[in-house]
């Protein structure tokens, strides 16, 4: 294997041997030269501290720009200097990289012996700009990106390659200590203060018991952060520790923030999370293990034991569930309520909820009052069984039914729930006609099956809505829309009835204009049109279009191919004029329609 110490020199493996009376050659001393430096720049390369070291800032300057003085090291291990600033050309306008090289040229030329060579070799750092990036980066330390418009130039503040301690191989290992020689220190006072330091540093503190400590100080203020993920997520300062997404993108509702996350191996994960507008979780993470990256509710609740708990006001966000392996009792002296407290003083009219999983004995009750409102609710089918059937009515002013639901006792009906009068559905329904003798008044309505509008079933229902095949029947077809001609304010206003197209077929439609050119046109349909339509079936229909008199010629259309026809002229003139063009064609993703079917 060979080892490249500079470029594409290998490095010597051989230095010279001085002796007295030796004849020296210039190679015997270049030998010498190059041994010494290929092992420096081996040395420097092994540490690996390419960039810049110190210096060599980017300055607009005018309309081009220059590169201050300073020192880097490349990729090779070579010392890069420019001694002195220097101003580079911009080629224009645009984004141009700047980057440096190591260079090195031969200088002062002597004429001895009847033999005139240079006799140094000098070094100096080459500036190069380039609207592209460039492409030996082992060799070329880059020293930003500068950005010229109309002749300003501005330094981008990224793509800047510093020089910094780099170990390829082994590990780093500091002195074990107390003090300011041991561990890793940082430079003291960095903003400018008196006092500030920060340092890792590891010592055993009693017999063999040790500590490591990491330390920034001395002001309150100073902080420590754990960052992950493009934001701090644990934070020392001010004498707390925080957890959270610190100084990142902001959170949302909801969302969990932080947790700390308890590992059993073989038998449970548990994480306790904080969700942020929602507040604590305690949750079994078995099935997958600690993460914040869980929408609420989807995870088991984790149990939390203790031995006695008390409190003013026990409050659940989401929920709160109390299970007792005995008995569980409510007892107050001031009774038991069970209430929806909905705007924090008090109110009990927003009602309150009472879930009973089992039965609900009521040996002595006779009367439930709900107040304002009474609500049953279940997973299963509610029974409301009485001898006498049930009522649930209005019981105020009016007649006997007055806005009442009534349902008969099931021994008449079979069960079913008839509702005499009318039927209000949720919240900002619309209100029912007078002339309604009956009917539902609801936001949405929705169906599995079908629905039905008709007199009865012996005399066919005229409209019918199937929802599994999405399928609408009726004589007609109609809609009302605007009259054109009726202003909004008019105060007769009128209306049109149109009728939908019909045909024996699930028939789509695409119309537009086009223009010949030399007699000739491609017309393009939209991407999905053969994924959406059958390749049988599909007919086209041209109109030829002129302007002021000018000759047409009779058009004629090919097939639909790959989403697109041509269209040219029938006897092969070179007409130029524009068409309307319709494209009629049958979906794919239906069936084909079954016409005659029995009544």
């Not at 092992?39 to 720009?65: K, Y």
């Not at 909801?254 to 929602?278: E, M, N």
């Not at 305690?282 to 409190?311: C, H």
Request: hydrophobic letters at 40%.
């Amino acid at each position: 294997m060979t080892i490249i110490w500079k470029k594409d020199l290998p490095l010597p493996m051989a230095r010279p041997r001085y002796y007295d009376y030796e004849y020296l050659r210039a190679d015997d001393l270049t030998q010498a030269l190059d041994y010494l430096l290929a092992r420096q720049n081996l040395a420097a390369r092994l540490l690996r501290p390419v960039g810049v070291v110190s210096g060599l800032d980017l300055t607009p300057t005018g309309g081009d720009v220059t590169v201050g003085q300073g020192v880097a090291i490349d990729g090779d291990g070579n010392v890069i200097v420019l001694p002195e600033s220097r101003r580079s050309t911009l080629p224009g306008d645009g984004t141009f990289f700047v980057w440096i090289e190591y260079h090195e040229f031969l200088t002062d030329v002597r004429d001895e012996g009847g033999v005139a060579a240079e006799t140094r070799w000098t070094e100096e750092g080459l500036v190069r700009v380039s609207a592209t990036a460039p492409t030996d980066p082992a060799h070329a330390v880059l020293l930003g990106k500068v950005t010229r418009t109309g002749g300003t130039v501005t330094v981008q503040g990224t793509g800047r390659q510093a020089a910094g301690l780099r170990v390829p191989v082994g590990a780093i290992v500091p002195a074990v200590g107390a003090g300011s020689q041991a561990g890793i220190t940082f430079p003291t006072d960095p903003g400018g203060g008196s006092g500030d330091e920060a340092y890792v540093r590891y010592w055993p503190y009693s017999g063999e018991n040790t500590i490591l400590r990491i330390a920034n100080g001395n002001d309150p203020d100073d902080l420590i952060a754990f960052t992950q993920y493009g934001a701090d997520r644990l934070r020392i300062g001010g004498g707390m520790l925080h957890l959270g997404s610190l100084e990142g993108a902001n959170v949302s509702a909801g969302q969990v923030v932080s947790a700390l996350g308890f590992w059993g191996p073989s038998v449970q994960h548990a994480q306790f999370s904080f969700r942020a507008g929602k507040g604590f979780e305690l949750v079994d993470r078995s099935a997958d293990g600690p993460s914040l990256a869980y929408t609420e509710g989807s995870k088991p609740y984790a149990d939390l034991a203790v031995k006695e708990l008390r409190a003013a006001s026990l409050r659940g966000r989401g929920g709160l569930s109390v299970t007792a392996e005995g008995a569980l009792g409510l007892r107050a002296t001031g009774g038991v309520s069970v209430v929806k407290d909905g705007n924090g003083n008090g109110d009990l009219s927003v009602g309150g909820v009472l879930t009973v999983a089992g039965n609900l004995n009521m040996p002595n009750w006779t009367w439930i009052n709900g107040g304002t409102r009474l609500h049953i609710g279940g997973p299963e089918r509610l029974y409301l069984l009485n001898a006498a059937g049930v009522h649930v009515g209005f019981g105020g002013v009016g007649g006997a039914d007055s806005g009442c639901l009534f349902v008969e006792n099931r021994s008449s009906f079979g069960g079913d729930m008839r509702v005499t009068g009318k039927m209000v559905v949720g919240p900002a329904t619309p209100p029912l006609a007078s002339w309604s003798g009956g009917g539902i008044s609801t936001f949405d309505l929705f169906a599995s099956g079908a629905i039905y509008l008709g007199n009865s079933e012996a005399s066919g229902y005229t409209i019918s809505l199937n929802a599994a095949t999405g399928v609408i029947k009726g004589k007609s077809k109609q809609f009302a829309i605007d009259h054109p001609l009726d202003p909004p304010d008019a105060t007769q206003r009128r209306q049109l009835i149109h009728a939908a197209l019909e045909g024996p077929e699930n028939g789509v439609y695409y119309r537009g204009e086009g223009r010949l050119e030399n007699g000739t046109a491609t017309v393009e349909l939209p991407a999905y049109f053969e994924a959406l339509t059958r390749t049988e079936g599909r007919t086209v229909q041209l109109t030829p279009v002129f302007e002021d008199d000018e000759p047409v010629s009779a058009l004629a259309a090919g097939r639909v191919r790959d989403g697109a026809f041509r269209v040219r002229t029938v006897d092969g003139s070179p007409a130029s004029h524009s068409f309307h063009w319709q494209v009629t064609a049958i979906r794919a993703d239906l069936e084909p329609l079954a016409v005659e079917v029995p009544a």
